[in-house]
């Protein structure tokens, strides 16, 4: 990396810790904005990668780039996430500590994109036979089937991901990969039933209606045009070669992952069944009471879910209750109707996207008995802002809050032990800890999410707005939170503001309540478990219909998901990669300073670059600065004889380098200021020069001897023989 410090007025520096100004923002912008242009698309922050999406192809992922990266050293060569693979993967095997990659960004910055790189690395550079081939073609083929269910097209991105995804890589002794394990967070499913105006719902949908034979339609009672179905009317594009093209790549990466014909089949019924079911719809009869406008899309959503079509019909339109001595039942007005009927399709299309994690689990498990080395891959959804913040955004902040929490908290830990090993004087960061907006999230029992769960848990009318006067009632004084009554212009009836480490947020209260009951009425989940299906009667277990305890809401199960996750995280090694978006439009060569800002904020890159230069900039192993810089000193050029510190000891003090500079530990050498080492690099191009003119001179006077002998020796012998 120091050989593009000579060019950095071009083209920036390639560690952002290394500026100059580095509490300016404007100064970061102006370096990641340089290295934009010159398709430079990263950047570290230490050992932190900042990728910026270049929305198009790149020629820096070929086998030469593999091979260039492989072994190499983490600084050697420009920044690149092999390199931060690399160097993840050698750490595994070298210390045999697990070690995890935490890429994080928001939609569209291509996180997706860099959990692939990832994933290609790791299969390129290991080795290629027998099981292990199939668990690496295995892990790769994971993906296509991940991205098709849990992917769609949003105002953002073509192919964003509404899910987050930890995925586990496990190694045998020989650094092969042998297993793996998914772990999936907080789909959002309440996509499948409304969307923004102009956004599709999930790719599957649109690849099965469009890219399936007519044979399978057929069986499936579906037509060739997504505007028939009103799941998918919201942002229908006409069936295009990308959605066969697509169905196809789904249909072989399952062949790969062993899911047999039998239960793909069962996939693509439950899926019909869901766009079938989406076009039931009811008309108020008597005494208010819902009824179906038509049995026949009934019936077809029946025949696909393999249930009793009665059975279903009663479920739509009526729900029982179980009391101490009896079962009541009542019947459902037409909105209440529409409520359960999204509600099951909801529950079915969740529900069958974590079984077939469960079923890619299976598929990449170890059958092995010895200790595995791990390498985890975490793939989630950054920080969210939108027009309208509902309970989603509220749980993906609250999950980008802790992953700050955890990223400050390992960066200052990690800096730390590196400082006491090396034997220099640690200095207290001081920077902003975002635990108190943690405990105001999640605090038991007057947390945010403890009183949501309050509420609806609660007996009585419960309510959005009641659970929104609570919560203005209770943190009226939190520094964090603002209600409406503290600023009436800016915070709706409606809402509240929370104060993220990254900004203010305005969240939506409506829907709160619904959302985090989750509630599926007890009559469909009885349908479902009777289906003749199997798959289907594995999403609703009868075990569940014999649970007495109250299902955990869906924040809470969110809650206990991420705290797992978080245990997870603090048992490895970590690594990071920040990807950024430069523009809204996914155009390349566009750079959106204003864009680029509001990221900057959400990741948390100014705190990490604060973080880092708190103490020294730079740090080197002495080997590794001597046998750069060692020209620059006669004691130490051409060679040094004596142990690499005390070189290193002889360079800096020929540079005049003092205390308040440059401190020596007991492996590296520590540089505070980066002019200081834009000095030393800049004095040793320059001595590169006088070196290339010395030894052009040496070469061109030897030449010229060695000439002038040749041109004696003839004269001499053509005197001799006159």
Known sequence: MESALHSRHSVGVA???????????????????????????????????????????????????????????????????????????????????????????????GKTEASKKVLEFVAATSVHEGKVGQIKER?????????????????????????GKYMDVQFNLHGAPVGGRILNYLLEKSRLVKRSDKERNFHVLYRLVGGADDALLSRLRLQRDPLAYAYLREGATPVSAEDVKGFNMVQRAMDTCEFRREEQMSIWSILSGILHLGNVSFVQGGSEQAQLSSFDVVHTAAEMFACDEPLLCRALTHRSIDTTHDKVTTPLDPGQAVYARDALAKALYDRLFTWLVHKLNRSLAYAGKERCAILGLLDIYGFEVFATNSLEQFCINYCNEKLQQLFIELTLKSEQEEYLSEGIQWEAVDYFNNRVICDLIETRPMGILALLDEECLRPGDTTDATFLDKLTNTFTRHEHFRGHTSNRKQIGIQEFKLIHYAGEVTYLVSGFVEKNNDLLYRDLKETMSSSQDSVVRELFPEAELREKKLPQTAGNQFKVSLNRLMDILKSKEPSYIRCIKPNDVQQAGRFDDELVSHQVKYLGLMEN????????????????????????????????????REGVQAICAHLGLGDEESKLGRSKVFIRFPRTLFAIEDAFQRRK??????????????????????????????????
């Open 15 to 109: 560690d952002l810790v290394l500026l100059e100004e580095f509490r300016a923002e404007k100064a970061l912008l102006d370096n990641v904005r340089l290295r934009f242009n010159a398709d430079l698309i990263y950047t570290y922050i230490g050992n932190v990668l900042v990728s910026c999406n270049p929305y198009r192809d790149l020629a820096i992922y070929g086998q030469q780039h593999v091979e260039a990266y492989r072994n190499c050293a983490f600084y050697e060569l420009q920044p690149h996430i092999f390199a931060v693979a690399d160097t993840a993967l050698q750490a595994m095997h070298r210390e045999n500590h697990d070690q995890c990659v935490l890429i994080s960004g928001e939609s569209g910055a």
């Open 139 to 163: 892990l790769l083929q994971s993906n296509p089937i991940l991205e098709a269910f849990g992917n769609a097209k949003t105002h953002r991105n073509d192919n964003s991901s509404r899910f």
């Open 609 to 644: 670059v604060r973080v880092r230069r708190a103490g020294f900039a730079y740090r080197r192993k002495f080997a590794i600065f001597l046998e750069r810089y060692k020209s620059l000193c006669p004691r130490t050029w051409p060679t040094f004889k004596g142990p690499d």
């Open 689 to 722: 020069d006088e070196l290339a003119a010395t030894i052009q001179a040496t070469y061109k006077g030897w030449q010229q001897r060695r000439r002038y002998r040749d041109m004696r020796l003839a004269v001499t012998t053509i005197a001799k023989h006159w």
